[in-house]
């Protein structure tokens, strides 16, 4: 009962100093105030709503060694596999730790502007470029963190020159900030080896001139996603506000909750203000986070998926492999991607994926394949996704039983789903409405969401067409279903769009 108390009091402490610090902070003039009161009065903007489809550059330094995610944290996590290739390939960490792994992101093939017309190509309508991950490195040009990209690594404003290229091809431009976690994930960095020849060694981390990139030893308490430590949260602010109020970004993504009670409201009103500022009364600014909005924000979902229409806005941020590059690694197929961002469109969402960079900045020959396939589908199918909202109900089939689908990694439904060729999902857009099935049927698809018996609609059907396809189809609502024959001839992609005019 006393250890509880005592952790009552801490929590109510720690809550305390974050008000008091809070108080402190210099935000952005404006309507909005870092109370939830006032970020309630937010409204989503017309883009984000109709944009649907967004790519995302989860791209640093820990794509150097080729191992995919999280190197910075798991370099320094005695004998695991990444520890060891760290051990065999650059040294043991007390002597050569992340911070030398930076100087190796050279990013010598990184073309944004070319990057970007394939994204535009492939029916991205916005484009998200990290500005810092939880390993500290700021890809931006910062007056307060010397560990950037314009001083270090490729030596260019990374975030800078991602917006001006995003800017020529006319799409709305994010930042993604993992800075909130960084203080507890980086404390791996204060290890050191427990057996062996480095037994007791410190690795780099310990060092006094190193603190500004790893941080301070945390806490032995202090061991959660977001650190307990007040001391940290007035650095919080202050690199989020220099990164907004330098760069105006359209969107926000936090890798979190919204971060630290009353400081991540104080940042958020502070971004909401700055972007209003900045288009002069006309908001464009989109945040998103791993907590649920009340309208708010946007609703973030790792990896997963709504289980039904959600009445805000929200997106589903996945990677199309791994956070970073990997030799070897396994990629989603066009098709999954293109299922993914049905399902996600019809329950009201956007798909925020990431595109994974090699090292030297530039794609794979299978991935700019998958992204000329994605773009070749959005070509013709774009029109029941751009500007769409959710019908009545979001879909039928097997899918839609939601005991049968994996949960996500941070909430909702996995990400991952398999699909069958009953498996339909709608959008609406005036008085059109948009089935699409979710793989090839063999000779006939029943909508039984459209039968005359189903009553979901009042309005009646005036013609049914296969987005793709210049031939009649031929059709008949029936009492249990809506009943399309299959051409013997489709559009040559699984995901296929049926285009239902209402009267």
Known sequence: MKALKTIICF?????????AVAQELTINKGPFKPTKESLKNYRYPKWFQDAKFGIWAHWGPQAVPRQGDWYAKKMYE?????YKYHLAHYGHPSKFGYKDII????????????????YKRAGAKYFVSMASHHDNFFLWNSKINRWNAVQMGPKKDVVGLWQEAAKKQGLKFGLSEHLAASYTWFQTAHLADTSGLYKGIPYDGNDPANQDLYHSKAAPDDRQWLTNNPEYYKKYFNNVKELVDTYHPDLLYSDSQLPFGEIGQSMLANFYNGNKAFHRGEMTAVYT????????????LERGVQDSISPYPWQTDTSIGDWYYRTGQRYKSATDIIQMLTDI????GNLLINIV????GDLEPDMLATLDKIGTWIDVNGEGIYGSRPWK????????IKANQKKGHFGGLSDESKFTATDIRFTTKGKQLYAFLLDVPSKSIKITSLGKAAKITSQKIKSVSILGLKQAVKWKQENDALVIVMPEKLPDWKVLGIKVELN
């Open 11 to 19: 929590v109510a402490l720690t809550g305390l100093v974050a008000i």
């Open 78 to 82: 005695e004998n695991s596999d990444v």
């Open 103 to 118: 100087p190796l992101w050279k990013a010598q093939n990184w073309d944004p502007e070319k990057l970007m017309k394939l």
């Open 289 to 300: 986070c791993k907590q649920p909005s009340q309208g708010m924000w946007a609703q973030d």
């Open 345 to 348: 469109v019809s329950k009201n």
């Open 357 to 360: 960079q090699t090292p030297e």
């Open 393 to 400: 109900i979001y879909g039928e089939g097997p899918s839609t």
